[in-house]
């Protein structure tokens, strides 16, 4: 165990187990010293006149070869001996009756017997003592014994690789001279503890021969002569510093925690979902889908889950927000938020998930009953840190709310405002936007009287021609439904729809007309179009007269005539609709002021069709614009931003 036990060792070992060479080079030297010991004896035992009593000496030999501590040592030196002894005492004595010489023989034997029990004895003991010892040696606490002085007497291997200092340095000196040792609190009532109880306990700090300082657990044990004198003490001394480091970054952490947690403007809510845990569990519940349907199955379960999530603690920006009075805080989900929030199913869903953030916007109830508009961001801890420590961070959002609606008042007034500048361009719109189906009403009904007059009447045509008639008055009540709601002070209803649907309606409503002229129309619409927001009366009505333009132009010239109806992707995300025609063109002079109200190059013309158009497509954050070549035909297009995946329909 120590410097001072080590020379006794009977076989000191390297730390893999063999013996040391000068371990082995000693045992060497004092085998053949009790060799020759035991020739000189032999020689001396047959060659001189002693007569026996020098056989007593063997014992010396057995003693020597004892010091090897080798139990084969001990009982070839004791049985040599022994054998030297009677032969001897048969080379001297013969068979001559037993006499002195046979007791002076038979004491030799004796001793040497005796000798080699007791040196047995010994080296049984000592291995026990040296297996003690080298399980200390074999420790990872610092252990070294000291008497009542405080000089350390013995020093095992951990303290000499910790401290630094081998332990024939070590010892002699004291203990906290040596380790420069800080005590808690006073020295002397460290020792009379000891001196008390027997053993003291604490946390000190020493420093090591290089310098650094360590913090160490320290147990000491007082030992106690037979008169009960104190006579050595035993240090055991673990190195905590880390531990004590983790310990105080971790305090310290914390601590910075509190700060933000109690400082910040934010609110904060510490909530255990573990109990939510151990239901979910329960119930086998581990994705969105599944807790869907168990809710479905069952009404109260959502409300249970809430009631399930317990409330920690809160800080003082939450307590702002719910007014709370002192520092009662509400004990569960439950108790914030109200009978239809649909916010806290979906946040259940993102922890069977075991997603570790979910965020969303909600109502939560104050003190006093008010609802608070807030947006909320949940951390879950992940798996190995369990569900105790769930984090919400909320915002209050009644101002942002407030503010938003605000502007949508603000924008809503706007709106009206801006129809009504443009009340001029409407009234007029309204004659030409219905002048067109009341035609087309005419002109099928005319067709429907002239099938019905024939001599045979042909009744399906009437029925077609009829079906017109209804499709057409429809479309001409809609379009004074939308005028109506155009100028009423209520927001657009926005619809999303298909690009192709809207493409193609539009061209079923123009294309007897565009027969009429003998105007061909191709329609070609691009695969997988995006959808659009909007309204689709609107929409319709700005293709229609588009392609009725086309007609219109084309009207005069010869064959081939023709409007070619596309709608294709185009840049930044927008869908592109283009009637191109095959007509006259536009004169440059007349592009400028071509949308212009009461613009007009025929003589039946009106000058609205386009400056309404240009207007719809304006209102749904879109353009419309022309390209034309005289000569050439015109080319319109229409350009919409695609639907916003987030926007309601
Ligand atoms: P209107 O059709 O009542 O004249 P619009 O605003 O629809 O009113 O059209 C304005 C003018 O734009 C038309 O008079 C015509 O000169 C010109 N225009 C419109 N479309 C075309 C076209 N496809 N080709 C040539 N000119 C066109």
């Known amino acids: 165990m120590s410097s001072t036990l080590r020379p006794h060792r009977p076989s000191a070992l390297s730390r893999a187990g063999h013996p040391v060479p000068a371990e082995r080079r000693l045992r060497l030297v004092l085998r053949l010293s009790a060799a020759v010991l035991m020739l000189a004896i032999f020689a001396l035992d047959t060659f001189t006149t002693l007569e026996g009593a020098v056989a007593v000496l063997y014992v010396v030999a057995v003693l020597l070869v004892a010091r090897t501590y080798r139990r084969g040592d001990i009982v070839i030196a004791a049985v040599g001996t022994a054998a030297l002894t009677l032969v001897a005492y048969v080379d001297m004595h013969g068979t001559a ?9 038979f004491v030799s034997l004796a001793a040497i017997g005796i000798a080699a029990v007791l040196a047995l004895q010994n080296q049984s003991a000592m291995r026990t003592l040296s297996d003690q010892a080298m399980l200390l040696d074999l420790s990872h606490d610092m252990i070294f014994v000291r008497d009542v002085s405080g000089r350390i007497t013995s020093w095992n291997r951990t303290a000499q690789e910790v401290y630094g200092w081998p332990p024939e340095d070590a010892v002699g000196r004291r203990a906290d001279e040596l380790l420069k040792t800080r005590y808690p609190g006073p020295r002397e009532a460290v020792e009379s503890e000891l001196l008390d109880t027997g053993r003291w306990e604490g946390t000190l700090e020493q420093t090591t021969r290089s310098g650094s300082t360590l913090v160490l657990d320290s147990r000491w044990v007082l030992q106690r002569d037979r008169a009960g004198r104190p006579v050595a003490v035993m240090e055991t001394h673990t190195d905590v510093t880390e531990r004590k480091a983790a310990y105080a970054a971790l305090v310290r952490s914390e601590r910075r925690y509190r700060r933000m947690f109690d400082a910040s403007r934010i609110g904060v809510v510490e909530q255990d979902w573990s109990a939510v845990r151990a239901e979910l569990d329960a119930l086998d519940l581990q994705d969105a889908a599944a807790i869907e349907a168990h809710a479905a199955a069952h009404p109260q379960f959502i409300r249970q889950a809430r009631r399930l999530a317990r ?5 003082p920006a939450f307590a702002a927000m719910l007014g709370a009075v002192g520092t009662a805080y509400p ?5 914030l938020l109200g009978e239809s929030d649909r916010t806290f199913g979906e946040a259940l869903a993102a922890f069977a998930r075991g ?20 947006l909320f961001a949940i951390t879950f801890p992940s798996p190995e840190d369990g569900d105790a420590n769930v984090l919400v961070f909320v915002i209050d959002n009644t101002e942002r709310r407030q503010a938003q609606d605000a502007l949508f008042t603000a924008q809503t007034e706007l709106a009206h405002a801006a129809r009504v500048s443009t009340l001029g361009e409407l009234t007029a719109s309204i004659a030409h936007e219905v002048n067109q189906p009341l035609m087309a009403v005419v002109t099928n009904g005319e067709a429907g009287m002239r099938w019905l007059r024939r001599e045979t009447p042909d009744l399906p045509e009437v029925e077609s021609a009829i079906a017109r008639i209804i499709s057409e ?21 926005r619809q999303r729809m298909e690009v192709a649907s809207v493409v193609e309606e539009a061209a079923r409503l123009v294309q007897h ?3 009429r002229e003998r105007v061909k129309l191709r329609v070609d619409i691009a695969a997988h179009l995006p959808a659009v927001d909007g309204d689709r009366v609107q929409l319709q009505q700005v293709l229609v007269n ?21 709608a294709a992707p185009a840049s930044d995300g927008q869908v592109a609709i283009r009637v191109h025609d095959t007509g006259p063109g536009i004169a440059a002079e007349h592009l400028a002021r071509l949308f212009d109200p009461f613009f007009t190059t025929r003589p039946q013309g009106m000058g609205m069709g386009l400056a309404i158009s240009r207007t719809i497509a304006e209102a749904h954050g879109g353009r419309l614009h022309v390209e034309s070549e005289p000569g050439h035909g015109a080319a319109f297009t229409l350009l919409l931003p695609t639907a916003r995946p987030d926007a309601t329909t």
């Open 311 to 315: 409330i920690r603690d809160v800080n």
């Open 97 to 105: 009756p037993f006499g002195a010489q046979t007791v002076r023989a």
């Open 473 to 493: 008055g429809r479309r001409a009540a809609e379009i004074v439904h939308r005028i109506r709601a155009f100028l009423a002070k209520v927001p657009v209803q």
């Open 513 to 515: 007309e565009l027969a």
């Open 355 to 374: 997603d570790a953030f979910h965020e969303g916007e909600s109502e939560i109830i104050g003190a006093d009953g008010r609802r608070v508009p807030v």
């Open 546 to 566: 588009l392609m009725v333009n086309a007609g219109q132009a084309m009207a005069s010239q010869p064959a081939p005539r023709m409007v070619t109806l596309t």
């Open 331 to 335: 004990a569960s989900v439950d108790d």
